[in-house]
Structures are given as structure tokens and as C-alpha cells.
């Protein structure tokens, strides 16, 4: 048997497990179950080793050693996948591989937001979420070849989902993508998701005014619209210059995208502005908090704390009467404003949502609050009314 890993690797315990046995003979008492998945092929289980759980795939070697080099391609470029640990192979006689990637924690399968408590335009922000990763993939050159919501696992980032690719078996990297890949990978999109909408309505999970094959096909404009965001060349004359690019850069950077050149060249009906986007990565928002206050979240949720430890900035200013400098100012917050917070949720509830959208939540909640009363109420006391009024009935 042989085990090739990433330098991630986990403890050595998972030498023991059975790899000699068919991944569905095992009796492992490290098995754990995940809760409702969406249609797949293969078989997949997941083991609990230390405070980690970790999924497994069987499939042949060769594709697992393909979707190893993909899922690590991938995360060398900050695009979200599952994180990939190692594949087992040589595990015996017409044995096959078995793929090893990291249980991406606090992910949720389509099936299981849909069968939670109905949200607002939940359909619409998942879709969205499956819309900005295929762009994101696009951009990088990266045909799926099965985008589906089976093949997305999808993360809360402050009220938004943020879709994170699992499967990549029939993937491929292009130094550039043809306008015809693109367009399969978007037939292949709307064939499944219309499959797996109806499914769903099948098993009365879908609000009924709900036409699954209709919201499908809606997948491709959407689509086009942000791939023109990102890809259009515009054409503006020499006065407009300066503030058409800074427009043009700033919803692109809102959008979660970077600019990695840009070119303006000189046309007759004006200038021609050509701009070539990345992937912004890993986001500015999210880096800039880690930096100042060590907390790690996402992208969405790093730009409303940094907004929280900007405001309480201020009040600490105009409550001292001095400058506060950014550092100081972070560390107050964490203190006196975040941890306070955090700690107040209870050990029974904490699994419900991350740290980040916790914070995010409360912000919202106190927002709410705020408008209700017609005055601010302060962060803490809206935190007790989110523990004691919120958390305890928000859907997963
Ligand atoms: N690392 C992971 N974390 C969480 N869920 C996972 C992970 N890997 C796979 N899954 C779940 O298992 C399902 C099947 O995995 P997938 O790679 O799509 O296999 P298949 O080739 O059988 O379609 C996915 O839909 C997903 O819900
Ligand atoms: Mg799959």
C-alpha cells in the first residue's frame, strides 16, 4: 500500500485504517456520519481522526491522482475547493485509490439548506454563489465539466453563501478558456441544477411557485452578466478617463476580483480601456483582519468586523479626546468588544454558525433593534437578545 500525502499531513493513525478492505465493507468505529448529501457516483465516507474528520473517495487511481494535482491547483490559487490531504493507493488487487480530502467544516450540501428552515432568497444567493465560482474558475482557465450543486459544498459568509468545488473528476486546466468550453460547462450547469431543483420539488423542498427548469436556465444570464463585469472592454473618452478606471476597479474589487493589468489603447472612437482580472486572493479584507487581530474568517464577514473595529475606533477617540492608532484601536476591540461577545454564546449553541457570522448576525441584529426603537442599542445588548431570540431557532 502506498500513501502519497500533502505536507498537511494528518497523524500517522491513519496508516491503521483498513485500506486493504472495499471503503463500504468498513466497520471502523471512526466512521461518522454527514448528514444528507447530493446525487454522487462513488462511494464516499468520512472518518473522525482527532478533532478532524476527513472524507474518502474510491475511485481509480488515475483519477485520483488527477483530482489530487486539480483540488491542489486550485488551492494554490485561493480559489475554494476542498482542501486535499493524499490518496491511498496499491491497496491490494483490483483495489481502487481512495482520494483523502479535508471535511471542509461548517459546508453545507444544497440538500440540507433546503430542507432547513425556508430562508429569504435563499435560491437566489445559492445560485449566485455557483455563478461566482464558475467565473472564478474560468478566469483561472479551469474547465469543471460537472458543475452541479451535488459537486458545490456551500459556506455562510456574512449573509451571502460562498460555493466551494468538491468534485473534480472531469475537470481540466487550460492555459486560456475557448468561449466553447465555457459554454458547455454553463449547458452542463443548467442541466443539472434544473435535475437537482426538480428533485428537490419532488420531494416538497421547493417552494411551489417554483419552476425548477425555468430557474436553471436563468443560470446562464446570470452567469453572462458577471463575465461581462469582469471581461468588457470599454470605450470612454480621455476627460472620462481617471474615473471610469476607478469605477470600473472598485465594483470589480467588490465583486471579489482583482485587476491584474490594465490596458488602454488608443482607438478613433475614443480610448479603449482593456483590463485582465484575477481572483482576488486570499481577500484584502480577510488578510488585513487576520493582521491586526489574529481572528481568521471570510472575506464577506472580515469586511463588516473591520468596519465594527473602524467605528469603534472613532468612539474611542471621541470618547478620550485623542488619536487611537489602528493597532491599539484592534486590540480594544477584540477586548472590550469581540471576546465579550463570543463568550457569551453558549457551548450549545456555538455549533450553529461560525465565530465570523456569529459577529456578522449580531451586527445585523443590533441594526434591527436599532431601527425598531429609533435609537442605538449597543452591541452587547443586542448580542444577549440575538443568544436569547435568534440563534436558538436559526436554520443551519
Ligand atoms: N471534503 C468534503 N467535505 C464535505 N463533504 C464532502 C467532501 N468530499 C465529498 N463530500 C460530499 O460527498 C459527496 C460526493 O463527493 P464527490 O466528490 O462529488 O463524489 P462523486 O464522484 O461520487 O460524485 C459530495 O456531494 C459532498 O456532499
Ligand atoms: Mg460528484
Redesign the pocket.
Known amino acids: 500500500m502506498r500513501f502519497t500525502m500533502t505536507t498537511q499531513a494528518p497523524s500517522g493513525d491513519f496508516l491503521d485504517l483498513p485500506w486493504a478492505t472495499p471503503l463500504a465493507e468498513w466497520t471502523e468505529t471512526r466512521l461518522v456520519d454527514?448528514r444528507s448529501?447530493?446525487?454522487?457516483?462513488?462511494?464516499?465516507r468520512?472518518v473522525e481522526m482527532g478533532d478532524e474528520?476527513?472524507?474518502l473517495?474510491e475511485?481509480p487511481e488515475r483519477v485520483a491522482r488527477k483530482?489530487y494535482s486539480l483540488l491542489r491547483w486550485l488551492g494554490e490559487r485561493g480559489i475554494p475547493a476542498?482542501?486535499v490531504i493524499g490518496v491511498v493507493f496499491a491497496r491490494g488487487s483490483e483495489m481502487d485509490a481512495v482520494?483523502v480530502?479535508?471535511?471542509?467544516e461548517f459546508?453545507l450540501?444544497y440538500r440540507v439548506l433546503f430542507t432547513g428552515k425556508r430562508e429569504l432568497d435563499l435560491l437566489d444567493r445559492v445560485l449566485d454563489a455557483l455563478v461566482q465560482l464558475l467565473a472564478r474558475l474560468h478566469l483561472g482557465g479551469f474547465f469543471w465539466g460537472d458543475c452541479s450543486l451535488?459537486?458545490?459544498?456551500f459556506r455562510r459568509d456574512a449573509g451571502t453563501f460562498e460555493a466551494c468545488l468538491?468534485?473534480t473528476?472531469t475537470a481540466e486546466v487550460r492555459p486560456a478558456l475557448s468561449n466553447g468550453l465555457r459554454q458547455y460547462d454553463l449547458d452542463m450547469a443548467t442541466e443539472n441544477v434544473a435535475g437537482e431543483l426538480a428533485d428537490l420539488g419532488a420531494g416538497g423542498m421547493l417552494p411551489e411557485h417554483i419552476d425548477p427548469f425555468a430557474v436553471a436556465d436563468a443560470i446562464a444570464r446570470r452567469y453572462e452578466r458577471l463575465w461581462d463585469e469582469l471581461t468588457r472592454d470599454e470605450v470612454f473618452t480621455a476627460d472620462e478617463q481617471r474615473y471610469r478606471i476607478a469605477t470600473r476597479l472598485r465594483r470589480l474589487n467588490d465583486l471579489g476580483f482583482d485587476v491584474d493589468e490594465i490596458d488602454i489603447v488608443a482607438t478613433p472612437e475614443g480610448n479603449r480601456l482593456k483590463v485582465r482580472t484575477s481572483v482576488a486572493e486570499p481577500g484584502n479584507n480577510r488578510r488585513l483582519l487576520l493582521m491586526r487581530t489574529g481572528l481568521d474568517v471570510q472575506e464577506n464577514q472580515a469586511r463588516r468586523l473591520l468596519n465594527d473595529v473602524a467605528s469603534f475606533r472613532a468612539y474611542l477617540e471621541q470618547h478620550e479626546g485623542r488619536k487611537v492608532s489602528e493597532t491599539v484601536a484592534a486590540n480594544r476591540w477584540l477586548s472590550d468588544v469581540y471576546e465579550p461577545i463570543m463568550d457569551a454564546i453558549p457551548p450549545s449553541l456555538e455549533d450553529k454558525r461560525e465565530p465570523g457570522e456569529i459577529f456578522h448576525e449580531i451586527l445585523v441584529h443590533r441594526w434591527f433593534l436599532s431601527e425598531q426603537s429609533g435609537r442605538d442599542v449597543g452591541t452587547t445588548h443586542a448580542a444577549r437578545s440575538y443568544v436569547t431570540n435568534v440563534l436558538p431557532f436559526a436554520s443551519e
Open positions: 454527514v448529501r447530493g446525487i454522487h457516483r462513488h462511494v464516499v468520512f474528520i476527513y472524507a473517495k475511485i483530482e476542498v482542501d482520494l480530502t479535508r471535511y471542509l459546508s450540501s451535488s459537486n458545490t459544498l468538491v468534485d473528476e
